[in-house]
């Protein structure tokens, strides 16, 4: 079936150190792939997007992205957490083309950020 | 106002009751969507609009009703809703123009329902 997983529910880091969440999907193609973000009481920002080219993708808040087909994966990165990154990240993939492709979302990612 | 703005923010209502949450967009968008986000499962998309036409309904109970009067509005009339459906209700919009989901969506805050 095809699905998007994200296997870590919440993750603690300490301000300053680097950050990693992971995303995987389950699909027989390349899909349109995304990162939100959402803050406590705020809806969902976009932070990166990847639909082809370059696979490492610069976003905003110093976010970036690498997709790695091999691995059927698009993790997101960041080199140091700053105390406002604290929120829930959400993977998102539009599986089986732009038009007529089904939007799913992972189940989120809550990144609690140690002083 | 710029963005996407969602009314109410909080809503309590009994089963009986019916209520409507209102969405609007001040982006100049064609496309607009509503999702619900319960605690613990994934975010699940609801209906989707695109220039005022409905283009997909993920087989919500009728007790949601969408309206789309035009581009920059969106309603979610509720009744006989059940607890379960207590949950974040999100609206989105997107440009529209590609009609498909690979467009940037931009979110409005949500408005949180609590069905008693």
């Known amino acids: 079936a095809q699905s998007v997983t994200q296997p870590d529910i919440h993750i603690t880091v300490s301000e300053g150190a680097s950050l990693e969440l992971r995303c995987n999907y389950s699909?027989?193609?390349?899909?349109?792939l995304f990162w939100y973000v959402q803050s406590p009481g705020q809806g969902l920002q976009l932070l990166l997007k990847?639909?082809?080219?370059?696979?490492l993708v610069q976003g905003i808040k110093g976010f970036e992205a690498e997709f790695k087909r091999s691995q059927s994966s698009f993790n997101l990165r960041k080199p140091s957490v700053h105390w406002s990154d604290a929120a829930e990240y959400f993977c998102?993939?539009?599986?089986?083309?732009?038009?007529?492709?089904?939007?799913?979302f992972g189940q989120g990612t809550t990144l609690q950020v140690k002083p | 106002e710029t963005g996407v703005t969602q009314t109410p923010r909080h809503l309590v209502m009994g089963m009986t009751n019916k209520k409507s949450l209102k969405c609007e967009q001040h982006?100049?968008?064609?496309?607009m969507y509503w999702y619900k986000q319960s605690a613990k499962k994934p975010l699940e998309l609801m209906f989707v609009y695109n220039f005022k036409e409905q283009t997909e309904n993920n087989s919500v109970p009728s007790r949601f009703s969408p309206e789309c009067p035009n581009s920059s509005h969106l309603f979610l009339h509720l009744h006989t809703l059940q607890p379960e459906d207590s949950a974040l209700y999100l609206c989105?919009?997107?440009?529209?123009?590609?009609?498909?989901?690979?467009?940037?969506?931009?979110f409005g805050p949500g408005t949180r329902l609590l069905v008693l």
């Open positions: 982006l100049g968008h064609n496309a």
């Open positions: 699909y027989g193609a390349t899909p349109y």
């Open positions: 989105a919009s997107s440009q529209g123009t590609s009609g498909g989901f690979q467009e940037t969506q931009y």
């Open positions: 998102a993939v539009v599986l089986g083309g732009g038009n007529t492709g089904k939007l799913i």
């Open positions: 990847y639909f082809s080219g370059d696979t």
